[in-house]
């Protein structure tokens, strides 16, 4: 379930929907750094982003208001109180209110320490809004209007940025975003978001919790220590992996899909699918393509009309390559310091489930900056972005085809 929604017809949308042009721009809200009233605390760093935007007197000013504020905790490094612009009566919001919390302390922390990179620059974005029509999944069923009052409304649309640059993961670039909005005294906030991956972060029945810094701080001390590194493999088959040739695959397809395969949705989760695309890549020749399941084995394979559940699943694929049966070797580790362009990433959420469990894959692109390449949604994060998040390392060595 994306809500715990009662399962009620859903009412018409579109009549409840002002509409925008597509990638209409609106009056940004001006970011306001907090600071203390005495002046000898005036020197200290601020603790929060005060949030400061325009009443959003329309659905769409709400919208824009949530993502500038979300952008300006992010590029700060701090968090902001998004109040003014989500209604605190449905606990997602509240969720969505700690997360990105969490996110601006595990970003600050890891700057701090100079663990990984972390991206400070803002890049220019628009929201392009979309009917009900166009929605290519079943989210709506799954959502009553009327459990969130009389004059809410509901809004779809994507969001698009610079090709090949790294967004806030909350904004999960190219892909399908919906919201709710609930309206009271003539002010929209927003009750409810869903976009692929919104689940891992904040849409579940389990509480966001927000940590001490000092918690946050031994577990980033954890995360980032030097642990075992990856082992050699004991043998190779007879192709050989090519990290480079793979990290240029999800370059090239990160943000659209490759015709020649088959789309498994973003409902589904096409993040595996799209990650053994980009191992395939690694493996296969310059003239081999997907037509006739070339560079693929009997139990991995994929093509314009579907694959295997090995090739698209995360737990089926890790559960072969550590097989007999496996025609793939594979080392897998735990060191983020041995990372290597083109290794295999698999993330499980501590907000998902009580107990380890890996949901979500992702490749690397650039070991430096620790970028990854990822669908549902399909775009870029870094490292430094994964909050919440467990992950083991996985780096494909050989295929035997």
Not at 312 to 327: L, M, N, P, Q, T
Not at 365 to 377: G, H, I
Request: net charge negative; glycine share 4%; proline share 5%.
């Amino acid at each position: 379930m994306k809500i715990a929604a009662l399962f009620i017809a859903i009412l018409m949308l579109f009549g409840c929907v002002n509409s925008e042009p597509a990638g209409t721009e609106l009056p940004e809200p001006v970011p306001e750094i907090s600071e203390t009233e005495t002046p000898e605390e005036k020197t200290k760093e601020p603790t929060e982003i005060k949030y400061v935007a325009p009443e959003s007197k329309t659905p769409e000013m709400a919208v824009i208001n949530y993502f500038d504020a979300l952008y300006d905790s992010y590029i700060a490094m701090l968090p902001v109180d998004i109040s003014p612009v989500i209604d605190h009566d449905f606990e997602m919001m509240e969720n969505v209110q700690n997360w990105n919390t969490l996110l601006a302390m595990r970003r600050s922390i890891i700057a701090e320490n100079d663990y990984c990179y972390v991206e400070t620059e803002r890049f220019p974005y628009t929201i392009d809004y979309i009917t009900e029509r166009e929605l290519d999944d079943q989210r709506m069923d799954f959502v009553s209007m009327k459990d969130f009052g009389e004059g809410a409304v509901a809004l779809h649309f994507v969001i698009k940025g610079i090709p090949g640059k790294a967004y806030p993961p909350i904004f999960a670039a190219n892909s399908q975003h919906s919201m709710v909005l609930t309206l009271e005294d003539g002010i929209y906030k927003i009750a409810y978001h869903y976009f692929p991956g919104s689940e891992g972060k904040f849409q579940n029945d389990l509480p966001v919790n927000v940590m001490a810094k000092i918690e946050m701080r031994n577990l980033l001390e954890k995360e980032f220590s030097e642990k075992n590194p990856p082992k050699k493999a004991d043998f190779e088959y007879r192709r050989v992996y090519n990290g480079k040739a793979a990290a240029e695959y999800a370059l090239l397809f990160c943000e659209k899909q490759n015709p020649e395969f088959h789309f498994v949705g973003d409902w589904f989760g096409n993040c595996m699918n799209f990650a053994s695309q980009c191992i395939w890549s690694g493996f296969k020749t310059a003239g081999e393509t997907a037509k006739n399941h070339s560079c693929m084995t009997n139990d991995w394979y994929c093509a314009k009309k579907g694959g295997t559940l090995i090739w698209a699943s995360v737990s089926r694929f890790y559960e072969w390559i550590g097989s007999e049966k496996s025609d793939m070797q594979t080392v897998e580790f735990y060191d983020i310091k041995s990372i290597k362009t083109g290794d295999l990433v698999h993330i499980g959420s501590y907000v998902c489930a009580e107990e380890e469990k890996y949901t979500h894959a992702l490749l690397v692109v650039d070991s430096e900056k620790l970028m990854l390449a990822q669908n549902s949604p399909g775009c870029f994060v870094y490292y430094s972005d994964l909050v919440n998040n467990y992950a083991r390392f996985i780096r494909p060595v050989s295929l035997d085809v």
